[in-house]
């Protein structure tokens, strides 16, 4: 009898371990992108209200495609990417003036990837990845300044605290990852690493957002961990192990035009919210929502606008106050500045 009973003691704390040791911490999800997508995502689900600021359009101030915006307290910055500019409204969408200053001169810069904002000194920081600087100007566009990057980067974000946050998280060599860097712009350490497996060419149009003082990112490439980092400790507050799992390694030579499984497009983050876009040549789009306040997410195939009607458009990484903002062209207007989406998220 009592052999009896340390053999069922004995199999009772086996099964325990065996849960304990199968059970996700509480950080950690796995969504499946494909079992799990509903036709769509409505605005309904995770918007509480919108917001539109039409850019004023006239002949000195023509955008096109958007490709980041950062809403201010008092004003509105727009960079169009395709033109090298970044644009300036007030709060409501009236034009005020703009920064274009391309070229290889004093002051000027040759490709201009991604800008920053600092309202404090009321300065605009630009990213010439061409020639790995930070150049600073005023908000008259008078240049005040440069910094050489002692490493190539795709995004950058200023720390409170100072430093620098440096994402080259696309390139497709080993040493890619996330860093730190000093106001100088010298490299002092390595934040995260890039998947080796994982070397395949890619760009976002951004890849780090402010969210409450903390730099934050998803990082590498084809994993999905989200980070937090306040320039002296790195956390990881959310993972999530995107199904169905990898089927491939993508190397230097690999094409996006065969890929069948899922590589991350985009990435939003707020206060409460975790947007992220992914993409397959197989498969199609799949959208992502996370609230972290209710800890559960969303899949669909599409985004519906089903809280007043308007048009689904372009995505920036702009979040100030726990809001989205989206753009769109207006319809039946051909020349005329796109409309920014504000979301004010539940």
């Not at 911490?25 to 919108?50: H, K, M, R, T, W």
């Not at 799949?286 to 599409?302: A, M, N």
Request: charged share 25%.
């Amino acid at each position: 009898m009592c052999s009896l009973y340390k053999y069922i003691l004995l199999t009772a704390l086996l099964c325990l371990f065996s849960c304990v040791a199968e059970r996700k911490p509480d950080n950690a999800f796995a969504p499946d992108l494909l079992g799990e997508a509903a036709e769509e995502i409505c605005y309904s689900q995770f918007v509480d209200s919108l917001e539109y600021i039409p850019l004023e359009t006239s002949d000195e101030c023509l955008i096109g495609k958007i490709k980041d915006v950062y809403i201010g307290r008092e004003r509105v910055f727009v960079l169009n990417g395709k033109t090298q500019t970044v644009w300036m409204f007030d709060r409501k969408g009236h034009y005020l003036n703009k920064l274009s200053r391309r070229g290889k001169g004093p002051g000027e810069y040759t490709n201009m990837q991604q800008f920053e904002v600092d309202e404090k000194n009321r300065q605009l920081i630009l990213l010439d990845i061409w020639t790995n600087k930070l150049l600073f100007y005023d908000w008259e566009g008078r240049f005040l300044k440069d910094i050489r990057l002692e490493m190539t980067a795709m995004d950058f974000k200023p720390l409170p605290s100072g430093g620098l946050v440096l994402s080259q998280e696309g390139y497709d060599k080993e040493t890619a990852g996330v860093y730190l860097a000093d106001n100088t712009g010298k490299t002092i350490r390595q934040l995260v690493k890039r998947n080796s497996h994982s070397s395949v060419y890619y760009e976002l149009d951004w890849e780090l957002c402010s969210v409450a003082g903390e730099v934050a990112f998803m990082a590498p490439i084809f994993e999905n961990d989200v980070y937090h980092f306040d320039g002296q400790e790195l956390s990881c507050p959310y993972t999530f192990d995107m199904q169905p799992a990898l089927k491939h390694y993508y190397g230097k030579d690999a094409s996006f035009r065969d890929l069948e499984d899922f590589v991350r497009t985009q990435y939003i983050e707020t206060d409460h919210w975790i947007y992220a876009a992914y993409w397959s040549a197989v498969h199609d789009l799949r959208y992502f929502l996370f609230s972290k306040r209710e800890r559960k997410y969303r899949i669909g195939k599409k985004l519906v606008n089903d809280v007043d009607g308007k048009p689904v458009g372009g995505r920036t990484s702009a979040t100030v106050d726990n809001t989205f903002t989206f753009w769109y062209m207006p319809e039946g207007l051909e020349d005329a500045n796109p409309v920014l989406q504000v979301m004010h998220l539940k």
